[in-house]
């Protein structure tokens, strides 16, 4: 299964991504954090007022969070060696809102239709010494994308594929976004991303062994950056008509 690409990251195309989420990923004001996450989420922690920096070149524990996107560090161990007592690292889990039919058509075209659950995604924190009180939430928000922006958004996300096979995708996307007729007025992107955050553990080790310490999981509601109410998400419901989600 594919992990869901990010969105691209330069501020004319980038989604707004909400406040209130860097917030609860960060929990705190002015923090010193380390972003291993494309530049609409790093450019949104730094309008949040808070410290961004490169990863410490040793294990000094100087950070007090770490956030990253769509897939986990390869130690986690190291990573909290460079968090303060008590500090946090975020993980979050982008992609397109599903329950749009838009949405669902544009993945489904590109490819994109079977990737990664947010939840597999996380796992390896659920499950990792150093790391506890894992919490999880959802946010949803909006992006407005035309013809152009989706163009740059869509090479962003199939980089990695070869010429030949990115052009057909993304030229069968883009004849999707012709058939809605909304030309230079463009259409609203909707994402939706899971957010998971963990508190190191302190002491946990004594001459490399483990000593204590626990990593429990609690889902919770999230805000809704969404200005839609519940029904809009419905493919039956008239109110889909309004902004163009057929």
Request: net charge negative; hydrophobic share 40%.
């Amino acid at each position: 299964m594919q992990t869901p690409a990010d969105p691209d990251g330069s501020p004319r195309d980038a989604p707004a991504f909400p406040a209130e989420a860097v917030e609860w990923l960060i929990d705190g004001p002015r923090r010193k954090v380390t972003s291993l996450a494309p530049a609409y989420l790093t450019a949104a922690m730094a309008r949040a007022g808070h410290h961004l920096m490169a990863m410490p070149p040793d294990d000094t524990p100087v950070l007090d969070a770490v956030v990253a996107s769509n897939q986990l560090p390869g130690d986690l161990d190291r990573l909290a060696t460079r968090l303060r007592s008590r500090g946090r690292f975020g993980l979050v889990c982008s992609r397109r809102d599903q329950r749009i039919p838009w949405a669902r058509k544009l993945d489904r075209v590109l490819g994109l239709d079977q990737m990664a659950e947010p939840a597999d995604i996380a796992a390896p924190l659920l499950a990792a010494a150093r790391f506890a009180e894992v919490e999880e939430t959802t946010y949803r928000y909006w992006q407005v994308v035309n013809h152009e922006s989706l163009e740059l958004i869509l090479r962003a996300e199939l980089s990695t594929l070869e010429p030949a096979d990115r052009e057909s995708r993304i030229t069968a996307a883009l004849e999707l976004y012709a058939d809605y007729g909304r030309g230079v007025d463009g259409m609203q992107m909707p994402w939706v991303s899971t957010c998971y955050r963990a508190v190191v553990v302190d002491g946990i080790w004594t001459d490399g062994v483990s000593t204590g310490g626990s990593t429990t999981a609690s889902g919770s509601t999230a805000g809704d950056s969404t200005p839609a109410e519940a029904d809009l998400f419905d493919s039956s419901s008239d109110a889909t008509l309004l902004i163009d989600f057929r």
